[in-house]
């Protein structure tokens, strides 16, 4: 089933007030009495609202396969909450190590639990709760819900710049790391403005109690930088894994299917550079999420990366389908495959390249990273970026036009028409042999 964009934002807003009533519920029954949860003042969690339509875009149609499903609804709910961590910490500037050790997949039995449990909770709404949610949104009629839609978005828009503002001003003040108003703001004339600072600052406070204790990381926006380029793990690093990791992946790929089969097949997935996508993305995803696992026992990176490489396998095969119409792998003829769009052989592979990844490579690439002078580095990086996002919008087109002319559409614009000769369907068909129209 397909989802309008007004739909899916009113799902997120559903589920994101739905989340929030649950965490006020369990908060309650833990402290007896009413904590406001949230990083946002109104009652929404976006966290929920965000794996919910990730959740019904993806994963609603798997053919009845009930445990690959709920798998794969546990590990996308667990990467939501791992980045709404992650972005908090960032936002605030402000360590989270106890939630980092629930929400992280097999970092704990504690963290396990919560993963099974999540998992479990998204299946449930997905198949119990959701026909009522969809029932209910097609009696409204598409200019009220574009209407009603638009002005929660617009509320979220404003509640979102109010919260960023009160974090802005707490940081500065210090108030989250000292837990009490200082000295000098109590005897400060208390303006409008004040007032209204101070009941949302207390209000946070009370929706969490641990920033009375964390101190502050250094690692949040605004903070003061380090000379050393790309320390720990921030963007800039994040960004040449992918471009290393896409360019060796696509090497990988190409020697392997020529010793298999003696043809040298392009397994790029851009028209300029040797470049995997899947394989940059792949390496981006494993190193977030499974890095913390370093200092831990193989068997736990194993299983976290033959998990999370399926699942990772699978929304690409899911993604292109969706949004080109093309599938550009299929597993079918091959035993213990899951739809055709991964298999478990290929998610075995996924877990041992997880250990050596893990253990062994990306140490020693974030050593060497970490060595470039901080200046060239920064320029460097953002040449990648704005040259790699050039490279995937041109790519993205000519697919787009090529799979257009299969369907014998004329170019209707000079753009179009600049496409079909700069990138005809010789090129396209060398570049990527195995991608099949669906």
């Not at 609202?49 to 690959?68: E, Q, S, W, Y």
């Not at 479990?120 to 009603?148: G, N």
């Not at 360019?247 to 392997?256: K, N």
């Amino acid at each position: 089933m397909h989802y309008t964009v007004w739909e899916l934002g009113f799902y997120f807003f559903v589920y994101s007030l739905m989340g929030w009533a649950l965490e006020v519920a369990w908060g309650a029954m833990r402290t007896g009495k009413f904590v406001n949860r949230g990083l946002f003042n109104g009652p929404i969690c976006p966290a929920y609202g965000t794996a919910m339509c990730l959740i019904l875009v993806f994963l609603r149609d798997m053919g009845g396969n009930f445990p690959i499903q709920l798998i794969a609804c546990m590990v996308l709910a667990n990467v939501v909450e791992f980045f709404t961590g992650w972005l908090e910490e960032k936002i605030t500037g402000r360590s989270f190590e106890k939630f980092r050790q629930e929400v992280i997949v097999l970092h704990s039995w504690h963290g396990l639990v919560y993963t099974c449990l999540w998992g479990t909770l998204a299946m449930l709404t997905l198949y119990l709760v959701h026909p009522f949610v969809f029932l209910f949104s097609q009696l409204i009629p598409l200019f009220a819900l574009k209407i009603l839609v638009g002005c929660l978005a617009g509320l979220l828009a404003v509640d979102a710049v109010a919260t960023a503002a009160l974090i802005t001003k707490t940081r500065r003040d210090d108030f989250l790391a000292q837990g009490r108003v200082p000295e000098g703001l109590q005897a400060a004339k208390q303006t409008l403005g004040q007032k209204l600072y101070n009941l949302l600052r207390e209000r946070m406070c009370r929706a969490f109690p641990e920033f009375r204790e964390a101190k502050p990381t250094g690692k949040g926006f605004g903070e003061p930088k380090e000379k050393r380029f790309a320390k720990g793990l921030c963007l800039p690093k994040l960004i040449w894994i992918f471009v290393i990791c896409a360019l060796l992946g696509d090497w990988i790929e190409t020697v392997y299917v020529f010793g298999v089969s003696g043809v040298l097949m392009s397994r790029s997935s851009l028209l300029y550079g040797t470049f995997s996508v899947v394989w940059g993305f792949g390496a981006v995803l494993l190193t977030v999420l499974l890095e913390p696992l370093s200092r831990r026992d193989d068997r736990y990176v194993f299983i976290g990366g033959f998990f999370l490489g399926g699942f990772y396998e699978y929304m690409c095969s899911v993604f292109t389908e969706l949004v080109f119409g093309t599938v550009f792998w299929d597993y079918s003829h091959m035993p213990l495959n899951i739809g055709g769009r991964t298999n478990v052989l290929f998610m075995l592979f996924w877990g041992v390249l997880s250990v050596v990844w893990i253990k062994l490579l990306y140490p020693r690439l974030s050593a060497f990273i970490e060595k470039w002078p901080p200046v060239l580095g920064t320029v460097l990086t953002w040449a990648a970026v704005v040259l790699l996002c050039a490279d995937m919008i041109i790519s993205a087109a000519a697919m787009v036009r090529y799979l257009n002319r299969q369907d014998g559409r004329l170019p209707q614009n000079s753009i179009e028409e600049f496409m079909d000769s700069q990138y005809p369907d010789s090129l396209i068909e060398w570049t990527w042999p195995n991608m099949k129209t669906v």
